[in-house]
Nanobody
Framework: QVQLVESGGGLVQAGGSLRLSCTASGSIISISDADWYRQAPGKKRELVAAITSGGSTNYADSVKGRFAISRDNAKNTVYLQMNSLKPEDTAVYYC???????????????WGQGTQVTVSS
């Protein structure tokens, strides 16, 4: 059974840093595109950062220059390095990935369970 497991969330002061990890477990063949989303209380889930299978990246305007998405294909892991954190970055962060796995080898979409990031002022 394929799962995406996030880790690295927590409480940090404004200006601090956190690194989120998202690891795919199960009979993974490969991860295609992957993204990080976030959802703050009372707000819609929004795309924060995306990375393609080729390594191209894209970011929400609100995090450009502060966040960096990366991947380690050998570890089936996607990272989100978050620097210069602001109170408005407080949200539950979700990992999303399109990946293929055994036995059907089809590309399917998966979500992680979410990890809380709280930035205090």
């Amino acid at each position: 059974q394929v799962q995406l497991v996030e880790s690295g969330g927590g409480l940090v002061q404004a200006g601090g840093s956190l690194r989120l990890s998202c690891t795919a477990s199960g009979s993974i063949i490969s991860i295609s595109d992957a993204d990080w989303y976030r959802q703050a209380p009372g707000k819609k889930r929004e795309l924060v950062a995306a990375i393609t299978s080729g390594g191209s990246t894209n970011y929400a305007d609100s995090v450009k220059g502060r966040f960096a998405i990366s991947r380690d294909n050998a570890k089936n892991t996607v990272y989100l390095q978050m620097n210069s954190l602001k109170p408005e970055d407080t949200a539950v962060y979700y990992c999303h990935a399109d990946l293929s796995s055994l036995p059907n080898r089809r590309l399917s979409s998966y979500w992680g369970q979410g990890t809380q990031v709280t930035v205090s002022s």
